[in-house]
């Protein structure tokens, strides 16, 4: 059986929650992330027009729902980080102690970026000259890379535990340019892949302050920021398997090649559904492609995990799994975790409910 099928019930079981919800955190903070980034050119694309910047759908969507966007990413990364602490308990510690003050910043650094999100999206932030909006745009952005950056590093020094003793001694960390940059350039490219996926969807189907229908179709250039995002995705990803401690070794093996495989036809399924303005903006394709875009992402995902366990002695572990599985709770763990997705269903539902009455309501 390919990785992760190969593990006992109860790692797989933790593996599995721990790759899905990992996925949903990523694609909320990708659109988030390419969101500013996107506010940033935009501001100086626009820089002689702020009325063509302030109406554009693209920009009044990120401005209007990229607050939220956030609160869905902290609210979905919350369970990927309980699960990493039951996968790789020791390895994830030790790299928190590790990177030092380096990983407590993360948490300012988090707070400020989230209210800068709502600067963004004030009366105030309209008023500014165009290269004062590009500077809160770009520092809000910065913010983000700089967060990431932070994950990326506590992913790799967790994964050379070889290297831990020298680092204890020296301060130094154990990480190679061309490792974090690579790594770094896997999420931020495929971040302008979510971003215009999401926004493409909301466009299509919101209209609560938010949308009309004229302005789908006004969209089509984000195929463009689609199609980049992928390419360089695929050179990144390529690159940072390369560059990674067991290399391609950690793929040249039935998992890896099912995944890559798999990944790829994915990824080939979205420059397919990019590559026409028609399509890009055609109500018919965003489902799958956003379907596309999650399975995608798992594949990568379990890619990653692939290149962990062949870095560090993930058999040694499993054990630990068998322990934390006996706990008390998994049985309520599971009913709740039904209960809340049901209610989250539930009020979506409702929300959109309502917005179809209101449509009626104005169309009568």
């Not at 990144?236 to 391609?248: E, K, Q, T």
């Not at 109500?283 to 875009?293: A, F, P, T, Y």
């Amino acid at each position: 059986m390919p990785f992760p099928f190969d593990l006992p019930m109860t790692s797989l079981t933790y593996m599995l929650l721990y790759l899905a919800t990992f996925v949903t955190h990523h694609l909320s903070m990708h659109f988030v992330v390419a969101g500013c980034l996107t506010i940033v050119g935009a501001s100086i694309w626009y820089r002689t027009d702020k009325e063509a910047l302030l109406a554009n759908p693209v920009i009044r969507v990120l401005r209007d729902w990229m607050p939220f966007g956030l609160s869905a990413a902290i609210t979905f990364g919350v369970a990927p980080l309980l699960f990493v602490q039951i996968l790789v308990p020791h390895n994830f510690y030790t790299a928190n102690l590790l990177l030092g003050w380096r990983w407590m910043v993360v948490i300012p650094a988090l707070i400020a970026a989230f209210y800068l999100l709502y600067v963004l999206k004030s009366k105030w932030f309209e008023r500014l000259a165009w290269w004062q909006r590009a500077l809160v745009a770009g520092v809000n952005a910065g913010l983000f890379v700089f967060i990431g950056f932070c994950w990326t590093a506590n992913h790799l020094v967790s994964s050379q535990p070889e290297a831990w003793p020298e680092t204890f001694a020296s301060g130094v960390l154990p990480l190679a340019a061309v490792q974090v940059v690579s790594r770094s350039m896997v999420w931020l490219s495929v971040a302008f892949v979510s971003m215009a996926s999401v926004v493409t969807a909301q466009l299509a189907y919101l209209r609560e302050g938010t949308a009309t229908d004229q302005d789908l179709p006004t969209v089509g250039w984000l195929r463009w920021f689609a199609l980049a995002g992928l390419g360089l995705f695929a050179v990144a990803s390529l690159a940072a398997i390369g560059v990674s401690i067991p290399g391609f070794a950690a793929v040249n093996n039935i998992s890896g090649y099912l995944w890559l495989g798999l990944g790829t036809l994915l990824w080939a399924g979205q420059i397919a559904l990019w590559h026409s303005s028609a399509m890009a903006t055609s109500r018919g394709w965003i489902g799958l492609r956003l379907g596309m875009l999650a399975g995608m992402l798992f594949c990568g995902s379990v890619v990653r995990e692939l290149i962990r366990s062949a870095s560090i002695d993930f058999a040694a572990l499993i054990p630990k799994h068998e322990e934390a599985g006996e706990v008390q709770g998994f049985s309520l763990f599971l009913i709740t975790a039904v209960i809340v997705i049901g209610l989250m269903t539930l009020s979506v539902w409702w929300v959109r409910q309502s917005y179809q009455a209101e449509e009626i309501d104005i169309e009568s």
